[in-house]
């Protein structure tokens, strides 16, 4: 402690890591601040925040423990943080698996090659009619609907609980499945291709607290695939018959046809841009 406190007053203690200071420690900070505000952004909004504010304040304690001889809390703590990597990781486990995902649909355009496919777009704005058509209609009716997009992110896991079907995608097919009492009309169809591959999946459920709650099951399932995929989630209420989009977490509410038709168009075809 004697000696500790000898440095901070001298100043050594501050102006010994800058004695070899050179532009590979600049690039070195910049890296790790670019990291740590990118964690910021992704964990603001979410559970993961509060979590990480905890061990932050938990880090801090075990410092000052060092720093004061406060031998009770630094045995305690020091146990704590020797497996703080797996505490950590079970606890962030579901926001590791969306950060990593993100990472990973990430497009590397610089790593294109002449001549790659091209995806036709036209394929994109038939599917986005099909659909449009459908929850206009499904709306009118108050018919409930939970139709997913697959992008990117393949969902198998989901697609496997339920049936596939693999057809065409017309609006008659998607309003036939949701209709009330119909066998697959309670869970969600899931677009791979421009096709309907799969119906009555069970999607997973979004446990962020400051969801409206007058919004049911099927808006907190739509919400929780967006959560873990960067699919494209459309909801029509049976309550209301409100439709809504669930994208990247969120979810945007109290579309027309004309409007529904314009954003799926803007978020399905930046996607497609993207990896051409």
Same mark, same amino acid.
């Given at each position: 402690?004697?000696?500790?406190?000898?440095?901070?007053? *001298?100043?050594?203690?501050?102006?010994?890591?800058?004695?070899?200071?050179?532009?590979?420690?600049?690039? &070195?900070?910049?890296?790790?601040?670019?990291?740590?505000?990118?964690?910021?952004?992704?964990?603001?909004?979410? #559970?993961?925040?509060?979590?990480?504010?905890?061990? !932050?304040?938990?880090?801090?304690?075990?410092?000052?423990?060092?720093?004061?001889?406060?031998?009770?809390?630094?045995?305690?703590?020091?146990?704590?943080?020797?497996?703080?990597?797996?505490?950590?990781?079970?606890?962030?486990?579901?926001?590791?698996?969306?950060?990593?995902?993100?990472?990973?649909?990430?497009?590397?355009? !610089?790593?294109?090659?002449?001549?790659?496919? %091209?995806? &036709?777009?036209?394929?994109?704005?038939? %599917?986005?009619?099909?659909?449009?058509? @459908?929850?206009?209609?499904?709306?009118?009716?108050?018919?409930?609907?939970?139709?997913?997009?697959? =992008? *990117? %992110?393949?969902?198998?896991?989901?697609?496997?609980?339920?049936?596939?079907?693999?057809?065409?995608?017309?609006?008659?097919? $998607?309003?036939?499945?949701?209709?009330?009492?119909?066998?697959?009309?309670?869970?969600?169809?899931?677009?791979?291709? !421009? =096709?309907?591959?799969?119906?009555?999946?069970?999607?997973?459920?979004? &446990?962020?607290?400051?969801?409206?709650?007058?919004? !049911?099951?099927?808006? #907190?399932? @739509?919400?929780?695939? *967006?959560?873990?995929?960067?699919?494209?989630?459309?909801?029509?209420?049976?309550?209301?018959?409100?439709?809504?989009?669930?994208?990247?977490?969120?979810?945007? #509410?109290?579309?027309?046809?004309?409007?529904? =038709? #314009?954003?799926? $168009?803007?978020?399905?075809?930046?996607?497609?841009?993207?990896?051409?």
């Amino acid at each position: 402690m004697k000696e500790l406190t000898t440095k901070l007053f *001298s100043g050594s203690f501050f102006t010994g890591p800058f004695a070899t200071f050179d532009l590979k420690d600049i690039f &070195d900070i910049l890296c790790l601040a670019a990291l740590l505000f990118a964690l910021y952004l992704f964990v603001r909004d979410r #559970r993961a925040g509060k979590l990480l504010t905890g061990v !932050g304040i938990t880090l801090a304690v075990f410092v000052l423990s060092y720093v004061f001889n406060m031998h009770a809390v630094r045995y305690v703590l020091q146990g704590f943080f020797s497996y703080g990597l797996i505490v950590l990781a079970i606890i962030f486990q579901p926001e590791l698996r969306a950060a990593m995902e993100r990472i990973g649909s990430v497009p590397f355009n !610089g790593l294109k090659t002449i001549g790659a496919d %091209t995806r &036709d777009l036209s394929a994109t704005t038939a %599917t986005v009619a099909v659909i449009t058509e @459908a929850a206009k209609n499904m709306s009118f009716s108050k018919t409930g609907a939970l139709i997913v997009i697959e =992008r *990117s %992110t393949k969902i198998g896991e989901y697609i496997s609980t339920g049936t596939t079907v693999n057809a065409d995608l017309t609006p008659e097919l $998607l309003c036939a499945i949701f209709v009330n009492r119909a066998p697959l009309h309670d869970g969600a169809v899931i677009i791979r291709n !421009g =096709r309907l591959h799969a119906a009555g999946c069970y999607l997973p459920l979004s &446990d962020k607290s400051d969801i409206a709650k007058g919004l !049911g099951t099927r808006h #907190r399932a @739509a919400i929780g695939l *967006s959560e873990q995929s960067d699919a494209v989630v459309v909801v029509v209420s049976e309550e209301t018959g409100t439709i809504s989009i669930a994208y990247k977490g969120e979810l945007f #509410r109290e579309f027309t046809s004309v409007s529904l =038709r #314009r954003k799926l $168009l803007q978020l399905l075809r930046r996607q497609d841009n993207a990896e051409n």
